[in-house]
C-alpha cells in the first residue's frame, strides 16, 4: 500500500485536503495525469498539483458541497437525479441510471430478515452464556464473537452495485445491530458511486466502500480470520462462482443471502448449462420453480461441506424472475456424514408427470458413530399409472426449505413495521402461504392433474377437504397459486382423479362421456388420449369416499396441520399471490463493468 498525505486537489478556487490510501492494483487505473507516485514521506507543494482533479474527485467534491449545513437531505447536485427507496436516498447520474425497482421486494425481505437473524443471534448468544441452549438442535456450539456486542451483525454486499441495498441496511436496522459493512465491487464507477452515496446518506462512519473482486474480499476475511455474521450475495444471472468463498467466509452459525436470476438455466431450457452450473438436472413441469429452490440449495450444500460445514435453510422463495434462499451456515464434520440423506433424485414420468424421489444415501447413528449406508435403488422402470417412461431429475435438496419459527418472526415484524416496507402486502401474502407449507418436495397442480383425465380442473377447496379427511396433510405452494401439495400417494392421487373424472361425466350431460370421447380419438402412443385411457383402465386401490362440498372448507382448513400456526392480517385476510405491479416487470439491462 503506498500513503499519500496532504494531497491539495485545486477545485472551483478551494482546496479539498483529503488522506488518501491507495490500493497499487487500483492505482494503476488512475489518471496518470492527475496524481503523482510519492514515498510516503514525501510533502507536496501547490505548484506541483496538476491544474485539474478527475472526475471521481469532482463528484466527490460537489456530494461535499451539497453535503455543508443540512447533511445531503434535499438538494440534488446537478447532472444528478435522486431515487428514494426506504430511508435511502441514491444519487445517480442522469444518462447512467441503473435502478431495479422489480428488486424492491428483495431488498424488503434482506432487510427484515437481517433484523429477524440479529434477535436470532442475540438470543442464542444468550443461552449458550446461560448453558440453555439445545445443542442436537443447532448442531454445534453457538457463535460467540467477542469483538462484537451479542446481535451486531458484520455484513458483506458483495455484488453492490449502486450501494443501495447497503445503505437501507445502515440506515433501516437498529444501529446496536449494526457492527460495519462492506460495501463491495469490481466495477470502478460503481465504487465511486457506492463512496458518493455513503456520504450523502451520512452513514460512511459504518458503512465501509471496498474495490476488489468478490471472491478476494471474501478469501481475505478467511486469511484474517475476522469473517461476516452475513453475507448478501445478489449477482445478475447465477451465484454459482460465489458459493465456495462464501461459505468459508461466514461465521458459524452466520447467514447467506444468494440470488439466482438465471431461471432459463433452472427451469430447464439449458439442462448443460444447468449441469455445469448447479451439477444437476432441471426439471420441466408445474413444480419447476420449487425445484430450482432445492437444485440451488443442493448446490450450496455441496460447496459447504468441502469445508465441513452444512447448511440450514430459513427461508427459500421464488419471486417474480429470480429465486432467492437464506442459509444459516454451521461447522459440523459428523453432520457432513449424515447430509447424504438430504439429497434426493427425482423420477418424473414424461406422461402423466407423477413423481417419485429416492434418497442418495442414507444413515444410523450408533454409538456417537455415524454409519452411512448405500441406497437401493427404487427407481422405477415405466410410470405405474400410465405405463410412460421416466425421467430422472436433480440431485435436488430434498429436506424442509424453510424454519417456520424464522417465518414466523418475520411476519410479525412485518405487521409491527408496515410502514416501513413498500412492498409489504406482497411480502406478507408470500410469506402467509409458506407458514403454512407442507416440508415435502415438490407438488402436482390441479388443471395438470384433471387435464390428464380429460376433464375441467378439479376444484381446490373439494380437493383438499377430501385429503385431509382421509388422514393427508395439504396445502398450497407460494410458487404457483392452483399448486397440490400433499404428503399423500400418487396411487391416492390418481384415484381421486378418477373419482372426479366420473363425477365431471355425470354432471356434465352436455358434453360427451369421457369414454367415448377417447375411443373416437387415435390412440398413439403417448397421446393425451392414450394416457387418459391408461389412467382411466387401471383399477381403485383406495377406498375414497368422494363427496364435493366446497362449504365445508372453513372448520378443515382449521384441522390443517395442527403444528402450523395460522397467522391472519388484522386488518383482513392478505392477497397470498399478487400480481406484477406493472407490465414487462423484470430484470432490466445488465449493468456494464470495466473488470480489472
Not at 77 to 94: H, Q, S
Not at 436 to 464: A, D, K, Y
Request: aromatic share 8%; net charge positive; hydrophobic share 35%.
Amino acid at each position: 500500500m503506498i500513503l499519500f498525505r496532504n494531497i491539495i486537489l485545486k477545485k472551483r478556487n478551494k482546496y479539498i485536503v483529503e488522506n488518501i490510501t491507495i490500493n497499487i492494483r487500483q492505482l494503476l487505473n488512475y489518471n496518470k495525469g492527475n496524481i503523482f507516485m510519492m514515498s510516503e514521506n514525501l510533502n507536496v507543494e501547490e505548484e506541483q498539483i496538476v491544474t485539474e482533479s478527475n472526475s471521481n474527485n469532482e463528484e466527490m467534491a460537489i456530494v461535499e458541497e451539497s453535503n455543508n449545513g443540512r447533511g445531503g437531505e434535499e438538494e440534488v447536485p446537478e447532472g444528478y437525479v435522486m431515487i428514494k427507496e426506504g430511508k435511502a436516498k441514491l444519487l445517480v447520474k442522469e444518462d447512467k441510471v441503473f435502478y431495479n425497482e422489480a428488486m424492491e421486494t428483495n431488498r424488503d425481505l434482506s432487510i427484515a430478515a437481517a433484523n429477524i437473524f440479529s434477535d436470532m443471534i442475540k438470543k442464542e448468544v444468550d443461552d449458550y452464556k446461560e448453558k440453555k441452549h439445545d445443542r442436537t438442535k443447532l448442531l454445534m456450539k453457538k457463535r460467540h464473537n467477542k469483538e462484537r456486542k451479542d446481535g451486531e451483525l458484520k455484513i458483506l454486499e458483495a455484488l453492490s452495485a449502486s450501494g443501495l441495498r447497503s445503505i437501507r441496511y445502515l440506515k433501516e436496522l437498529p444501529d446496536e445491530k449494526i457492527h460495519s459493512i462492506t460495501v463491495n465491487d469490481i466495477d470502478e464507477n460503481a465504487y465511486e458511486s457506492i463512496k458518493m452515496n455513503l456520504k450523502y446518506n451520512n452513514v460512511e462512519k459504518k458503512g465501509i466502500p471496498k474495490l476488489n473482486d468478490a471472491n478476494i474480499t471474501m478469501i481475505e476475511t478467511v486469511i484474517s480470520k475476522d469473517k461476516y455474521d452475513y453475507i448478501d450475495i445478489d449477482p445478475y444471472g447465477s451465484p454459482h462462482l460465489f458459493l465456495d468463498t462464501a461459505v468459508q467466509a461466514v461465521t458459524d452459525g452466520g447467514m447467506l443471502g444468494i440470488t439466482a436470476t438465471d431461471m432459463a438455466v433452472l427451469c430447464g431450457n439449458y439442462p448443460g448449462t444447468c449441469f455445469t452450473k448447479y451439477n444437476a438436472i432441471p426439471y420441466k413441469g408445474s413444480a419447476t420453480h420449487e425445484h430450482a429452490l432445492r437444485m440451488l440449495l443442493a448446490s450450496v450444500q455441496r460447496s459447504a461441506m468441502k469445508h465441513k460445514k452444512i447448511i440450514i435453510p430459513v427461508l427459500s422463495l421464488s419471486i417474480d424472475y429470480y429465486i432467492r434462499v437464506f442459509v444459516r451456515v454451521f461447522t459440523s464434520a459428523s453432520s457432513c456424514k449424515q447430509i447424504v440423506s438430504n439429497f434426493s433424485n427425482v423420477y418424473q414420468c414424461v406422461g402423466c408427470g407423477s413423481l417419485s424421489f429416492q434418497s442418495l444415501g442414507s444413515h444410523v447413528v450408533r454409538k456417537n458413530n455415524v454409519i452411512v449406508r448405500h441406497q437401493k435403488n427404487t427407481a422405477p422402470v415405466k410410470c405405474e399409472f400410465c405405463d410412460s417412461a421416466i425421467r430422472m431429475t436433480g440431485p435436488i435438496w430434498g429436506d424442509s426449505i424453510h424454519d417456520q419459527e424464522f417465518v414466523e418472526k418475520l411476519l410479525e415484524h412485518l405487521e409491527e413495521n408496515q410502514s416501513n416496507y413498500k412492498t409489504y402486502a406482497r411480502l406478507y401474502g408470500l410469506l402467509s402461504v409458506i407458514h403454512t407449507e407442507l416440508p415435502v418436495p415438490l407438488f402436482l397442480s390441479l388443471p395438470e392433474l384433471s387435464s390428464h383425465v380429460l376433464t375441467n380442473s378439479i376444484p381446490l377447496i373439494p380437493t383438499q377437504n377430501i385429503l385431509r379427511n382421509h388422514g393427508y396433510n395439504v396445502s398450497c405452494s407460494h410458487t404457483r397459486a392452483d399448486a397440490l401439495k400433499t404428503d399423500a400417494p400418487f396411487s391416492f392421487i390418481w384415484d381421486l382423479a378418477k373419482h372426479w373424472a366420473n363425477y365431471y361425466k355425470q354432471n356434465n350431460h352436455n358434453n360427451d362421456n369421457i369414454k367415448n370421447t377417447v375411443s373416437k380419438e387415435k390412440l398413439t402412443n403417448g397421446s393425451k388420449q392414450a394416457i387418459a385411457s391408461t389412467i382411466l383402465s387401471k383399477p381403485f386401490k383406495h377406498e375414497i369416499d368422494f363427496v364435493v362440498d366446497k362449504q365445508s372448507h372453513v372448520e378443515n382448513n382449521n384441522n390443517n396441520n395442527n403444528n402450523i400456526k395460522k397467522i391472519t392480517n388484522k386488518k383482513g385476510k392478505p392477497v397470498r399471490f399478487v400480481k406484477a405491479p406493472k407490465p414487462y416487470w423484470g430484470p432490466g439491462s445488465r449493468a456494464t463493468a470495466n473488470k480489472r
